[in-house]
């Protein structure tokens, strides 16, 4: 499974990508807001550090505008994914930009039909965001189950790139279900090597191994 880091903030980026798991990144409006910069300029930063995938997303609301800014954004670097909206006018942008070589990224995913739209577009990349459906009690892992399953029933190529993950479960049952990527925002990345019997372990070692007197260099 892929993980993309799911934030605009250079600082988190490139912390991260000392860890090497660094795979892609996504980025949407209200993250490029909280960044405080520029989007091209920020976009541009990003895939100068992550050699993966970076999704940057349009904001019209109809194809040929979309198809504009796609084709704008794909200028800044050969590793965007042209981040788009799950709308019909989003559908017709994604048809044209993937049919002329461009990574789409479909987002705002909230369906099985939405998900099977998407592949049929040529989307590269669905991205359902499971904590938004959580929050209104509806099982959003279980919408990244069906989309699977119907994506391995027609064998279609777009990728399931799991987004809105809001605790270190989703991480889980994402590989569980067999999702190609999960989307992290950086301080949930922080928490997966997390275990209160990894720390308690470490220390027990530590003190007996000062017990010993021993040093190995
Ligand atoms: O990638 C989508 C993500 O940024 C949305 O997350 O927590 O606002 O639903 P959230």
Redesign the pocket.
């Known amino acids: 499974m892929k993980f993309f880091i799911?934030t605009a903030e250079v600082k988190d980026i490139i912390e991260l990508n000392k860890l090497g798991i660094v795979d892609g990144v996504?980025t949407?409006p209200?993250?490029v807001l909280k960044s405080g910069k520029n989007m091209v300029e920020v976009i541009k930063e990003i895939s100068n550090l992550v050699d993966g995938p970076i999704s940057a997303e349009v904001v019209s609301a109809q194809s040929d505008g979309m198809i504009a800014e796609g084709l704008e954004l794909l200028k800044i670097s050969k590793n965007i994914a042209v981040k788009i909206p799950l709308t019909w006018e989003g559908l017709k942008a994604c048809q044209v930009l993937s049919d002329n070589g461009a990574m789409v990224n479909i987002t705002l995913c909230f369906s099985v039909n939405q998900a099977l739209l998407a592949a049929k577009a040529g989307a590269a990349f669905i991205?359902p965001?499971v904590?938004?459906l959580d929050d209104i009690n509806v099982e959003g892992m279980s919408l990244i189950a069906d989309i699977k399953q119907v994506y391995d029933n027609y064998n279609f190529h777009t990728e399931i790139l799991v987004?809105?993950i809001?605790t270190v479960n989703h991480i889980t049952e994402a590989a569980l279900i067999g999702a190609d990527i999960v989307?992290v925002p950086p301080k949930i990345i922080k928490q997966l090597a997390d275990h209160p019997l990894t720390s308690a372990g470490l220390e027990v070692f530590n003190q007996d191994w000062l017990k010993t007197g021993q040093k190995i260099i």
């Open positions: 799911d996504t949407n209200s993250l991205s965001f904590g938004r987004a809105s809001r989307t």
